[in-house]
């Protein structure tokens, strides 16, 4: 089988989940693994980046997403609308 299972846990004093949350599924885990183990993900290296820190980047992290849930929102209304008004005045001419 070519699938690896790993756990981590999150509940220590410095690390974040939400920031975990924003971090792990940027990391490209296949260029990183080596035997089986994942080079770039170490404790030490996550407590390099304190909680504040991390909290201030899934601050604007959470951010971005909203404004892109906001922007997927505004394109569907204005495709709804520019839709109406086409069928409002495609029944005009008619």
Same mark, same amino acid.
């Given at each position: 089988?070519? @699938? +690896?299972?790993?756990?981590?846990?999150?509940? %220590?004093?410095? !690390?974040?989940?939400?920031? !975990? #949350?924003h971090?792990?599924? +940027? %990391?490209?885990?296949?260029?990183?693994?080596?035997? +089986?183990?994942?080079?770039? =993900?170490s404790?030490?290296?996550?407590? @390099? !980046?304190?909680? &504040?820190? @991390? @909290?201030?980047?899934? #601050?604007? !992290?959470?951010? #971005?997403?909203?404004?892109?849930?906001? =922007?997927? =929102?505004?394109?569907?209304?204005?495709?709804? =609308?520019?839709?109406?008004? #086409?069928?409002?005045? &495609? &029944?005009?001419?008619?």
């Amino acid at each position: 089988m070519n @699938q +690896g299972v790993w756990r981590l846990d999150p509940k %220590l004093r410095f !690390l974040d989940q939400k920031y !975990l #949350f924003h971090f792990l599924p +940027g %990391l490209n885990f296949d260029l990183m693994m080596v035997k +089986g183990i994942i080079l770039c =993900l170490s404790v030490n290296r996550l407590r @390099q !980046l304190n909680i &504040s820190v @991390q @909290q201030a980047i899934v #601050f604007k !992290l959470n951010k #971005f997403l909203e404004l892109k849930k906001e =922007l997927i =929102l505004r394109k569907k209304q204005h495709k709804f =609308l520019s839709e109406k008004v #086409f069928e409002f005045y &495609s &029944s005009v001419v008619a």
